[in-house]
C-alpha cells in the first residue's frame, strides 16, 4: 500500500505542478479539477473492492512510471514502429505514438462523405460544438478511478466523427503504439460520434513493444446514433513487461446495431472494462471476446451492458484458453431495468484450463427489474475434451494436432463473428500459431538478440 501511496502523491504532485499547461482550454478546467479531486477521493483500486476482487494491481502500481504530459517533437516515421501485414485490409489509419497524434502535420484528415478522422486536442479547437457534446458524457469519473485519472490528465488522442446519412466506404484503424525506454504512463483519450442512419467499422489495434514496465491506461466514448451500426474491433497484442487498462463506454439510441470484439493474443496484465448503455428501443448489441494467457499474464475482462429502454437484445460470449500460470478474470453483469420490458439477454463465459496452475475467475451476473424478459447467463471451466482426444488420436493425428484442433474449434464460434474478412483470416491464422506456442512478442524469445529497436510483428500471409 505504500507504494501505492508514493505514486498517487506523485501523480497529485505532477498534476499541481503542471496545472497551468493541462488547464489550457476553458472547457476542460472545470472537468479535470473534478477529476483528479475524485482520483484523491478514490485511491487506485484494491482487491477489498468487489469489481477488483481477484486482481492485484501490485505488480503494476509499484513501478516509479514517468507521467506522460509532454508531446515528441515533429512528425514521427511510423513505420519504424509499426508494419502491418494484413492482406487487402485497406483502411484508414489514425495512430497514436506514446499516448500522441503521430501525424503532426495533418492533425485533421476530413473524408469526401465529411467523415472527420483527428487528433482530439486539434478537434476541441476546431469542432468544440460537437466534442463538447460527447466528451466526458459516458463515463464514471465519480467511481472509477482510473477514468477520473485519464480525464484529469488526458492531453491527445483520436476523434473520429462521422456525420448522419453516411456509409463510411472503408474500415477506420487506430493504432496506439508505445515504444519507449523508460517507465512510462500514458493516458490517451478517445472519441468516436457515429451519427443517424450511419456506419462505421471500426478496428482498435495496442500496440506496446517496451523492454522497461509501462502503463497505458486509455479511455474511449463512443456514441451510436439512431439507426447507425458500428463493428468495433479490439486488437491486443503487447510484451510482457506492458500493463493496459483499456476503458471503452457504448451509449446506443434507437434502432442501433453494435457489434464488439475484443481479440487479446498477449499482455503482460490486460483490465479491458467494456460498458454498454442501451438507451433507445429495438437495440441489438452484441459483444465478443477471446483470451489467450499462458506464463504469468494476467487478463481481466469486466463488461456492463445496461438495458435502459424496452424491447432490446444483447448476446455477450467470450471464451479463454489459459496455459502454465497464467490467471484470466472475468466479470460481466447484465442490467434490465424496470421500463427494460420484453428485454433478450444473454451472456456466456467458457474457459479451458491447459494446466494445473492455471486459474479462472468468473462471475455472469443477471439485475433484473422487469417481467416480461429472456434472459439467461453462464460459466463453464474445464479441460480439453478427453474422448475427443481419444477418437482423433485413434485416427492418426498426434496429440499436439489433436489438441491445437480442439483448441481452434473453441475458439472459432467467436472468430467467425468478425465481418471484415482479411481481418477474419489474419486473427484466425494469428490465434493458430499462439495455441501451437509460438512466439509472437520479442521479450519472449530464447535467444536474447540484444534488440534495441521496436519489434515488428510482421507475418508473411504466404508463407503460413
Not at 302 to 319: A, W
Amino acid at each position: 500500500m505504500e507504494t501505492y501511496k508514493n505514486l498517487k502523491d506523485k501523480i497529485l504532485e505532477t498534476y499541481s505542478v503542471n496545472s497551468a499547461f493541462l488547464n489550457q482550454t476553458n472547457f476542460l478546467t472545470g472537468i479535470r479539477d473534478k477529476a483528479i479531486t475524485h482520483f484523491d477521493t478514490l485511491g487506485f483500486p484494491h482487491n477489498k473492492l468487489e469489481d477488483w476482487r481477484h486482481t492485484k494491481l501490485t505488480g503494476v502500481l509499484e513501478n516509479d512510471y514517468s507521467i506522460c504530459i509532454e508531446d515528441s517533437d515533429g512528425n514521427v516515421d511510423v513505420n519504424k514502429f509499426f508494419h502491418c501485414d494484413i492482406t487487402d485490409l485497406n483502411t484508414y489509419t489514425a495512430v497514436l505514438l506514446n499516448g500522441w497524434f503521430a501525424y503532426k502535420n495533418t492533425p485533421i484528415t476530413k473524408l469526401a462523405d465529411g467523415t472527420i478522422i483527428a487528433s482530439l486536442t486539434h478537434a476541441l479547437k476546431e469542432f468544440p460544438e460537437i466534442v463538447k457534446k460527447h466528451y466526458g458524457k459516458y463515463c464514471d469519473i465519480e467511481k472509477n478511478a482510473f477514468e477520473a485519472l485519464n480525464t484529469a490528465f488526458a492531453l491527445d488522442g483520436i476523434f473520429i466523427y462521422v456525420p448522419d446519412n453516411v456509409i463510411v466506404d472503408k474500415p477506420i484503424q487506430i493504432i496506439s503504439i508505445l515504444n519507449k525506454k523508460e517507465n512510462i504512463l500514458v493516458q490517451p483519450r478517445n472519441l468516436v460520434i457515429v451519427g443517424k442512419n450511419s456506419q462505421l467499422k471500426l478496428v482498435h489495434c495496442d500496440d506496446i513493444f517496451s523492454h522497461t514496465p509501462t502503463l497505458t491506461n486509455s479511455l474511449t466514448e463512443i456514441f451510436v446514433d439512431e439507426n447507425a451500426s458500428v463493428d468495433h474491433y479490439k486488437m491486443q497484442n503487447n510484451d510482457n513487461h506492458s500493463a493496459l487498462i483499456a476503458t471503452t463506454y457504448f451509449h446506443q439510441k434507437a434502432n442501433s446495431k453494435l457489434s464488439s470484439n475484443t481479440i487479446t493474443l498477449n499482455g503482460g496484465f490486460i483490465r479491458n472494462n467494456t460498458n454498454v448503455a442501451i438507451n433507445g428501443e429495438n437495440c441489438e448489441t452484441n459483444l465478443y471476446g477471446i483470451y489467450l494467457v499462458d506464463g504469468n499474464q494476467i487478463i481481466d475482462n469486466h463488461t456492463f451492458v445496461d438495458h435502459i429502454k424496452p424491447n432490446s437484445t444483447s448476446n455477450e460470449i467470450f471464451k479463454g484458453v489459459i496455459d502454465n500460470q497464467a490467471k484470466a478474470v472475468f466479470s460481466g453483469k447484465i442490467l434490465v431495468r424496470k421500463d427494460a420490458q420484453k428485454t433478450n439477454a444473454f451472456q456466456t463465459n467458457k474457459n479451458i484450463l491447459l494446466t494445473d496452475e492455471a486459474t479462472i475467475n468468473t462471475k455472469p451476473t443477471l439485475e433484473i427489474y422487469a417481467d416480461d424478459v429472456k434472459c439467461s447467463h453462464g460459466a463453464t471451466v474445464g479441460q480439453l475434451d478427453h474422448e475427443a482426444l481419444f477418437y482423433m488420436r485413434s485416427r492418426g493425428i498426434s496429440e499436439d494436432n489433436a489438441k491445437m484442433l480442439l483448441m481452434y474449434a473453441f475458439t472459432d464460434e467467436v472468430i467467425t463473428k468478425i465481418s471484415i474478412e482479411p481481418l477474419r483470416e489474419k486473427i484466425c491464422q494469428l490465434v493458430n500459431k499462439r495455441l501451437k506456442g509460438e512466439l509472437s512478442i520479442c521479450d519472449q524469445c530464447v535467444m536474447h538478440c540484444g534488440c534495441d529497436e521496436a519489434v515488428v510483428f510482421n507475418i508473411d500471409m504466404s508463407k503460413i
